[in-house]
């Protein structure tokens, strides 16, 4: 299993329109390639089903929210604070998304694609906000990937759509020399 996180580091309080707009924008990414969203730490306190309620409520984007309702019905959408300790294990082994991975953390695209295809899963952390992912998260997760292996920055909503689609292309290159 391959799972797209979304950690908020915007407002934890009060509801942007970054934040459902961001989930909006990830759920077609998740269904196209075949990523479970998580999210953490998003100001709502609702449900996942009344969140995907106010997704399609408020937005146009990812058809009016539809993706996020698939996500959601197919048990592929988890919403929940950021754990204090561990994530829950159902989720795979913890990858860092950044620019600049600790070397003794770095994984390639390939050796993260290589291992998916040997059924490991991994759950991919990204940070929405001006800072990105929190430096504590840094030492939490086993692994750092920089998706474009060049040390770019990539705006958030970039690299929701970034790692899935070079993962998935990755894969099926993979699979298709097997």
């Keep these: ?81 950021l754990p204090k300790k561990g994530f829950p294990s159902q989720f795979g082994e913890i990858v860092i998304t950044t620019s600049k991975p600790d070397p003794k953390r770095q994984v390639t695209p390939v050796n993260i694609a290589e291992e998916a295809l040997r059924s490991r899963s991994f759950l991919f952390l990204v940070g929405l906000g001006h800072k990105g992912l929190p430096k504590e998260l840094f030492e939490r997760g086993k692994y750092h990937l920089d998706i474009t292996c060049k040390g770019l920055s990539l705006e958030t909503c970039t690299a929701i759509g970034a790692i899935p689609a070079h993962l998935s292309g990755l894969m099926a290159n993979l699979e298709t020399k097997k």
């Excluded at 196209?32 to 306190?45: I, M």
């Design 1 to 81: 299993m391959l799972t797209l996180g979304i950690v908020n580091t915007y407002d934890k309080i009060k509801v942007l329109d970054a934040h459902y707009r961001a989930i909006a924008r990830a759920a077609p990414i998740c269904h196209a390639f075949g990523f479970h969203l998580a999210l953490y730490d998003f100001p709502f306190k609702m449900s996942a089903e009344e969140l995907v309620a106010y997704v399609m409520e408020k937005t146009t984007i990812g058809e009016s929210g539809s993706y996020l309702k698939i996500l959601y019905e197919k048990n592929h959408l988890s919403v929940s604070d």
